[in-house]
């Protein structure tokens, strides 16, 4: 996946939306700026398959040497699919974590949450506002 | 309040550098440049270069300043003969640790064997301004005490490699000294041309990191350049600038404690198993009575190491829990790049404190299983 064709939530989570018999599923991951900002990640909690979160609700966390941090979903949904193997290979992560490193998938019930979502040069700049 | 954080002469050189600065203990200081894992592993396999200008640094003169320094700290220095350095801690009077310190005694450059010496004092960046003022509280007329913390600065070269790139930059090979030993060099000065001008500097055999590895203290306009010339010299030999990040986790393997999480104002030196560095024999220093009481009384909890078996990392503050009753605290955790798992020390009661015994500690409301292990994690070999 292309970083410039996701949406992003503020909390840096990347969303790619793909629509399933009249439904939108929701690829989920981090951006390489979370990845970065984390570094030394040595673990990552993932939520359970069929489990229901809302917008903004925290659904794993994710550990480096230095701290810990919660994963937030940026949509409101039923979680459908989690990427199993990501947790014994977090380099995935920082090689591509637009693809190989997805995290969770979610179908989305309320897309409410979607106009909360910014585009690929709206995050650009957040981060460029975040390590300034 | 980000303005009023004081910067050392390296700064900028951080953050040139990519370095992620953070606040400790009223300083703006390097977290990390690259990764801290990274940091860690050239420490432990090579060399890490440390900006540590943040540590006080106190001069003492005068020939009373050694009796001074033993009447304020747990152990003799009065003692300590010149080109000697000594850990100790400062107590109040209930035995609780104001500060842990290094106490040098050390030959003024300019003299010889039979001439002067001094006395000097490295604290911790956070306790800096209390010390200065507990000094302030104590001393007398025969002593002199001068905060030379703005005008030096104080660079670490850590790891299997860092007496020989110490040598080859400041030519003076700091192996000649032995653990915890130092002395005043004539340091070549900066770009030192055909003038040949040279520059004081204390080298000493000591460090925080469970390395081999020597400190360095410098007039603080060399920082820059000294800083600079080990990093060049040593980049070829596997060194890497390190930042606090690393500076932790490598403490942490060699379980030394780091004020504010092993020891404070409320814990006794005794209690953090830093017992070597307290001498209450025919002595007297603030907290002195109080640790003799504390010495015969009931058994307080006590420092340990703990070793977790799965991937969650115990923090800073983790009730520490044997069948679902609380026995403990967490007071340093992280995950160990050289034992590749989490880690931890914290105060747990003397009934669970053997080594072998199975704890558990609450990583954010789930049990992750711990094991009381000896201390420390790491020993070079």
Known sequence: MKPEELLYAKTHEWVYLTEEAGTKVATVGISAFAVEALTDLVYLDLPEVGRSVTAGESFGEIESVKAVSDLYSPLTGE???????????????????????????????DEAGLDQLMDHAAHQKLCEEEQA | MTSELARTRLYQWHVDHGARMVEFGGWKMPVQYTSIVEEHVATRQAI???????????????AAAGRFLDSLVTRRVDDLKTGRIRYALMTNDEG???????VYHLVDGHLNEDGGSFHLMVVNASNRLKIVDWIGRHITDDVQCTDQTLDTAMIAVQGPRALELTAAVIGFDPSQLKYYRGQIVPVPLNGGGT????VQAVVSRTGYTGEDGCELIVPADQAESLWQQLVDRGGAMGALPAGLGARDTLRLEAAMPLYG?????????????????????????????ALARIQDGPALPRRVGLECSGRRVPRDGYAITRDGEQVGVVTSGGFSPTLQKPIAMGYVAPAASDVGTQLSIDVRGRGEPARVVKLPFYQRG
């Open chain 1, 79 to 109: 979680i459908v699919a989690v990427n199993k193997e990501l947790p014994d290979a977090l380099e995935r992560l920082s090689e591509d974590p637009y693809g190989p490193g997805w995290i969770i998938k979610i179908k989305v019930s």
């Open chain 2, 48 to 62: 890490g270069l440390f900006d540590i200008s943040h540590m006080g640094r106190l001069r003492f003169d005068g």
């Open chain 2, 96 to 102: 609780g640790v104001l500060d842990d310190v290094l």
């Open chain 2, 195 to 198: 003038s040949g001008g040279r």
């Open chain 2, 261 to 289: 999480h092993e020891i404070d104002e409320t814990i006794s030196p005794l209690q953090a198993g830093l017992d070597f560095a307290v001498d209450l024999e025919n002595r007297q220093f603030p907290g002195r009575d």
